[in-house]
């Protein structure tokens, strides 16, 4: 069975600029998150979807957002891009129920020059 | 509002021997779970182990297992007989155990992180 896919694996980006990120998760997922990882402040939860509902939105402006698609897909975009949004941005999906583990793509990486 | 603490931003093992990784935790929460995930250069984050709050016992996985204390908040990880290949970043996490309904309960909160190296 395929992991979570995440295209592109690396971005680069002129501030100012929007982005657009893809999550594919694993087959018969329905749950997919978003977490962005820094060297300053770690890893932070940005977004949760289920059946193409935002069910929890952490603590970030409102130049990120996302959705989810009928097939899972999930994309998530960040708009007027500014130098610390710079990350690797990680999806993770999970099958429905309150005792599924997270699984994790290898993330993609964007560079906000 | 869940806190998760890693102590030791760096550690290092000999092959074949044994170490510790600590981890506390804040919450006001009775029903939880908590996580130790790796993450290799490769970037994915790989669940090593999971425990319910409510099992007192500790989980284990082959050479992981954890120590988990539930009135100190305190969760660590022992992983034993390290290997060249356990060597990665390891992040404790917490979640909460519902919050809502099938769905809408994934949100982890990580710890900073310990970057582990295992010496050959």
């Known amino acids: 069975k395929a992991g979570v896919t995440q295209t592109p694996r690396y971005l680069i980006k002129t501030r100012g600029q929007q982005v657009t990120l893809s999550c594919s998760p694993i087959?018969?997922?329905?749950?997919v998150s978003w977490y962005q990882q820094t060297p300053g402040q770690g890893l932070q939860f940005l977004f949760e979807?289920?059946?193409?509902?935002?069910?929890n939105k952490g603590n970030f402006p409102g130049r990120f957002s996302g959705r989810q698609f009928s097939n899972s897909r999930s994309e998530m975009n960040v708009s007027t891009l500014e130098l610390g949004d710079s990350a690797l941005y990680l999806c993770a999906s999970s099958f429905k129920g309150f005792n599924s583990p997270l699984h994790f793509g290898n993330g993609t990486r964007l560079t906000v020059t | 509002a869940q806190t998760v603490t890693q102590s030791q931003p760096e550690m290092s093992v000999q092959e074949a021997e044994t170490v510790t990784l600590s981890c506390t935790y804040d919450?006001?929460?009775?029903?939880?779970?908590l996580f130790w995930y790796k993450q290799p250069p490769s970037r994915q984050m790989i669940l090593v182990i999971r425990q319910e709050a409510y099992k007192q016992q500790n989980a284990t996985e082959n050479r992981f297992s954890v120590n988990f204390q539930k009135a100190a908040k305190s969760f660590s990880l022992k992983i034993s007989d390290s290997q060249l290949g356990d060597a990665a970043m390891y992040f404790c996490a917490y979640r909460r155990a519902n919050s809502g309904g099938i769905g809408s309960n994934y949100k982890l909160t990580f710890g900073k992180g310990t970057l582990l190296t295992v010496n050959p």
């Open positions: 087959s018969g997922h329905r749950s």
């Open positions: 919450t006001s929460e009775s029903d939880y779970y």
């Open positions: 979807y289920f059946s193409e509902t935002q069910r």
